[in-house]
């Protein structure tokens, strides 16, 4: 079974801090993603990356940044956390298939929740 | 760029009984692909079926099936034989095919969240 964990389920920082969301995935995906989910507003692409130290701005980039390093770990950075950037952060990964792009399903890790006071 | 509307926040079905969750996308694109993933209160999101567009034939996964209209750009989720289990919240999503900047991107609808009722 594919495995997508995130390194914290419920996280509390303080406006202006750093924040580190990592993301592992153990089954040799080349594409990561970084999502948020709000309620009414469902799951929102910030950040993507299809291959090591290769990224793309998903939709709503404005305050994170992102670094993959390495192939199985993709980080989400909050350089300076803020009161709006409250929300639960979903991490997914993907194969690429290039003849069936159908089957490249996302799997989900479990989500992080975070709380910026 | 491709939106995806899903217009009812919230369902509810009594066990056993067949309940219809609404999906409609809008886009440009004559090939895609279309996905419902279910999200239980533990969080973890699951696929539960795709669709390509391509296909006249719906798509089937033991009791979730899909209604997929293509001119109407619609995209519902039929659940038969409902269980306790199946009470989550529900998104579709759409998907571009792999070219250009595209990476196979979903594009996510609000979410219905279905409780099933014993």
């Known amino acids: 079974d594919v495995k997508v964990t995130q390194s914290s389920r419920y996280l509390v920082k303080r406006t202006g801090e750093k924040v580190f969301l990592e993301c592992v995935q153990d089954?040799?995906?080349?594409?990561m993603f970084w999502y948020r989910q709000d309620p009414g507003l469902g799951l929102r692409l910030i950040y993507f990356?299809?291959?090591?130290?290769?990224?793309e701005k998903g939709d709503i980039p404005e305050g994170y940044s992102v670094s993959r390093e390495k192939k199985e770990r993709f980080s989400l950075i909050l350089e300076s956390a803020s009161t709006n950037q409250t929300s639960m952060y979903l991490c997914a990964s993907s194969l690429t298939s290039g003849r069936t792009p159908g089957k490249e399903t996302q799997y989900f890790g479990p989500g992080t929740r975070l709380l910026v006071l | 760029a491709q939106t995806v509307t899903q217009s009812q926040p919230e369902m509810s079905v009594q066990e056993a009984e067949t309940v219809t969750l609404s999906c409609t996308y809008d886009t440009s694109e004559n090939n895609y692909y279309l996905f419902w993933y279910k999200q239980p209160p533990s969080r973890q999101m699951i696929l539960v079926i795709r669709?390509?567009?391509?296909?006249?034939q719906n798509a089937t996964e033991n009791r979730f099936s899909v209604n997929f209209q293509k001119a109407a750009k619609s995209f519902s989720l039929k659940i038969s034989d409902s269980q306790l289990g199946d009470t989550a919240m529900y998104f579709c999503?759409?998907?571009?095919?792999?070219?250009?900047?595209?990476?196979?991107?979903?594009?996510f609808g609000q979410g219905t969240i279905l409780t099933v009722h014993p």
């Open positions: 089954m040799d995906h080349e594409n």
């Open positions: 999503a759409f998907m571009k095919p792999r070219g250009g900047t595209s990476y196979g991107k979903l594009t």
């Open positions: 669709q390509e567009a391509y296909k006249q």
């Open positions: 990356s299809y291959d090591v130290k290769m990224k």
